[in-house]
C-alpha cells in the first residue's frame, strides 16, 4: 500500500541552528502538506502546496518557513534558525485532490530543538 | 471563538460501550468533515470521511454531520480495546484542514 514517508524521525538540533525535514508523498498524489503537533496539543496546519507554489499557510507559516519540492519526488520544510518553541512532531501529508479532506500522513517528524 | 472545537477528554469506556465523540465549528464554509484516529506517537489516519449533511456508516463506526448546528459526531458502537487512540475531527474548504484538539479514547477490557 503507497504510503507518505518522512525523514528523519527524529532531529534534535540547537537553538538558531536551520533544519530540513524531508516527505516522500504518495507518488500519484498532487497537493502537499506540513502539519506540526505540539506534544500535547492539537494538529495545526502549517501550509498547503500545489503545481509548485503554495496555496494556503496558516499565520504560524512565518519568514523563519519555506517549502520546497526540489525534484519531483520529495517535498520539504526548512525552518531557518529553530527556536525552542519550534519542538513538535511534524506531519507530511498528501491528496489526490484539493480541499476533499482524503489526506495521508506521514509518520512525523519529532524535532528537538535545545 | 475557536474555528473548530473538540473536548480532549480524556474519555475512558467498558469494552462493549457506544461511544459518541463531538465536534463543534464555527466556519461556514467547511464542506468536508472527517474524522481521524492517532495512535501513541503514529500519524494521524482517516477514518471516515463525509461531505456536507447526512451520515456516513462504516462497520462499527457511524458519522454524522449537521451543518445548521456546525455540529459532527463520530459514533463506535461495540468498541475495542484496539480502538483506544486519540480521535481527531477535522474540517475543510479549499486547500487546507483545520483539526480538533482530539479526544483522548480509552477502551477497558
Known amino acids: 500500500e503507497p504510503e507518505v514517508t518522512q525523514t528523519p524521525s527524529h532531529q534534535v538540533t540547537q537553538m538558531g541552528q536551520e533544519v530540513i525535514l524531508r516527505c516522500v508523498p504518495i507518488?500519484?498524489?498532487?497537493?502537499f502538506y506540513w502539519y506540526r503537533q505540539i506534544l500535547g496539543q492539537k494538529v495545526e496546519f502549517l501550509v498547503s502546496?500545489?503545481?509548485?507554489?503554495?496555496?494556503?499557510k496558516s499565520e504560524i507559516f512565518d519568514d523563519q518557513f519555506s517549502v520546497e519540492r526540489p525534484d519531483g519526488s520529495n517535498f520539504t520544510l526548512k525552518i531557518r534558525s529553530t527556536k525552542l518553541e519550534d519542538s513538535a512532531m511534524y506531519f507530511c501529508?498528501?491528496?489526490?485532490?484539493?480541499?476533499?479532506?482524503?489526506?495521508?500522513f506521514g509518520e512525523g517528524s519529532r524535532l528537538t530543538v535545545l | 471563538q475557536k474555528e473548530v472545537e473538540q473536548d480532549p477528554g480524556p474519555l475512558s469506556v467498558p469494552e462493549g460501550a457506544i461511544v459518541s465523540l463531538n465536534c463543534t465549528y464555527s466556519?461556514?464554509?467547511?464542506?468536508?468533515f472527517m474524522w481521524y484516529r492517532q495512535y501513541s506517537r503514529k500519524g494521524p489516519e482517516l477514518l471516515m470521511y463525509?461531505?456536507?449533511?447526512g451520515n456516513k456508516e462504516d462497520g462499527r463506526f457511524t458519522a454524522q454531520v449537521d451543518k445548521s448546528s456546525k455540529y459532527i459526531s463520530l459514533f463506535i458502537r461495540d468498541s475495542q480495546p484496539s480502538d483506544s487512540a486519540t480521535y481527531l475531527c477535522?474540517?475543510?474548504?479549499?486547500?487546507?484542514?483545520?483539526f480538533g484538539a482530539g479526544t483522548r479514547l480509552t477502551v477497558k477490557p
Open positions: 501529508a498528501s491528496s489526490e485532490a484539493g480541499g476533499t479532506g482524503e489526506l495521508f
Open positions: 507518488s500519484n498524489h498532487l497537493y
Open positions: 502546496f500545489y503545481n509548485n507554489e503554495i496555496s494556503e
Open positions: 466556519n461556514s464554509a467547511f464542506q468536508y
Open positions: 463525509t461531505y456536507s449533511s
Open positions: 477535522a474540517m475543510s474548504a479549499d486547500n487546507d484542514m483545520r
